[in-house]
């Protein structure tokens, strides 16, 4: 007679439960001693930026896409992203300086879900305000929303030593993320690990003209902001198609002898519905 298989009791998974929340917090002690050993690595072969914008961005990628179960997706990236920047903040601590001049609950909520409550909050009231905190600083982040309003802003930007965009969050973009508001990070100049999937520019054109929805989309191109004023336009750009093809658009829309200057990059965005709809398939 065979013997039927015993049910399982509240007190057994909760068993199951606490050895893995056991298991889990023995891995994070575990990854503290890496980064330990990883800051001393560092030392010995002459320091590195803490900063990795570009492997950071392939492991959210990584998770959101293997991500399955009962557990929402919003918790796991924010546990994430709370691991990466606190443990990024260990080897080498930072603040986030914030424009909250478009409101400081979305801001903040951004920074929260991105960075955690380890890392220190700084609000400023105007974007030119957090370049300013930023290039004074020993390494700290900026949080500028994407097409800030107030003015070209972007210009604080364009000085070869001037800090730089090295991210644009969310890395994972969906329509119910709960810290979906698009901001662009801003750092001292990375020497490496900066992920150039898209690259942001500066341009002047002097003269009139309306170019916000220059060869907008299809040529992987984009406006993000525009500014006029008696001499001319300055426009923000992000753009894919590389410094060549940029200035070829820019001289087949009109503009004479235009001013380009670098003023960041960032990885490409991850929509996550394309990885639903090839799951649902």
């Not at 924010?78 to 914030?98: D, G, K, L, P």
């Not at 960075?115 to 974007?127: D, S």
Request: aromatic share 6%; hydrophobic share 45%.
């Amino acid at each position: 007679m065979t013997t039927p298989p015993r049910l399982e009791t509240l007190a057994d998974l909760r068993i199951e439960i606490d050895r893995i929340d056991a298991a889990l917090h023995l891995l994070l002690m575990e990854r503290g001693d890496i980064i330990h050993r990883l800051i001393e690595a560092k030392a010995r072969q002459g320091g590195g930026s803490a900063f990795r914008p570009g492997r950071e961005a392939d492991m959210m990628r990584g998770l959101v896409s293997r991500h399955q179960g009962l557990l929402p997706l919003d918790t796991v990236e924010s546990i994430w992203r709370i691991i990466i920047s606190t443990f990024t903040f260990v080897q080498a601590n930072y603040s986030v300086h914030a424009d909250i001049s478009g409101g400081d609950a979305a801001m903040r909520d951004c920074c929260r879900f991105h960075f955690g409550f380890t890392v220190p909050y700084v609000a400023h009231h105007g974007a030119a305000l957090v370049i300013e905190a930023v290039a004074r600083s020993g390494g700290d982040l900026g949080m500028v929303r994407a097409g800030a309003p107030a003015g070209p802003w972007w210009r604080g930007l364009a000085a070869p030593d001037a800090p730089k965009i090295i991210a644009r969050l969310p890395f994972v973009e969906r329509p119910d993320h709960p810290a979906g508001m698009p901001v662009f990070v801003i750092a001292q100049p990375l020497a490496e690990a900066a992920a150039r999937d898209v690259v942001l520019y500066d341009v002047t054109i002097v003269g009139a003209g309306d170019y916000f929805g220059l060869a907008s989309g299809a040529r992987g191109l984009e406006v993000i902001g525009q500014f006029k004023d008696g001499s001319g336009v300055s426009l923000m750009i992000a753009t894919q198609a590389g410094l060549d093809a940029l200035r070829e658009i820019l001289v087949r829309a009109g503009a004479a002898g235009p001013r380009i200057a670098e003023i960041g990059s960032h990885a490409a965005r991850f929509d996550l519905s394309g990885v639903q709809n090839m799951a649902a398939q």
